[in-house]
């Protein structure tokens, strides 16, 4: 069974950037849609973006586009979140997520992924 890990989460002030790697163990990464949520507490899981299974296709939600890329690594079985221009509402746990294999179009509905990492904090001070 595949596993998920993120890291690269932290605390920075407005402006900076940080990069989210996920990580997978246990099975191929590769066969997998892959996207990253993020969550405030009292609040629902909120689509980022999202990479196709060869990482020739990415989405984007409004508030991230043009600050954010995903991309992914499937020879290290390695995703990616590169996050610039970060400001305080992007406050958040952030996680990786994939999509069975056999599906291969994107969801921006959190239940429609059955592979979730623990999560890592990102906190932006202003």
């Known amino acids: 069974q595949v596993q998920l890990v993120e890291s690269g989460g932290g605390s920075v002030q407005a402006g900076s950037s940080l990069r989210l790697s996920c990580a997978a163990s246990g099975g191929t990464f590769s066969t997998r849609l892959m996207a990253w949520f993020r969550q405030t507490p009292g609040k629902e899981r909120e689509f980022a973006a999202a990479?196709?299974?060869?990482?020739?296709?990415?989405w984007y939600a409004d508030s991230v586009k043009g600050r954010f890329t995903i991309s992914r690594d499937n020879a290290k079985n390695t995703g990616y979140l590169q996050m610039n221009s970060l400001n305080s509402e992007d406050t958040a746990v952030y996680y990786c997520?994939?999509?069975?294999?056999?599906?291969?179009?994107?969801?921006?509905?959190?239940?429609?992924?059955?592979?979730w990492g623990p999560g890592t904090q990102v906190t932006i001070s202003s």
């Open positions: 990479i196709t299974r060869s990482g020739g296709i990415t």
């Open positions: 997520a994939a999509r069975p294999s056999w599906l291969s179009v994107v969801s921006r509905d959190s239940r429609d992924y059955d592979l």
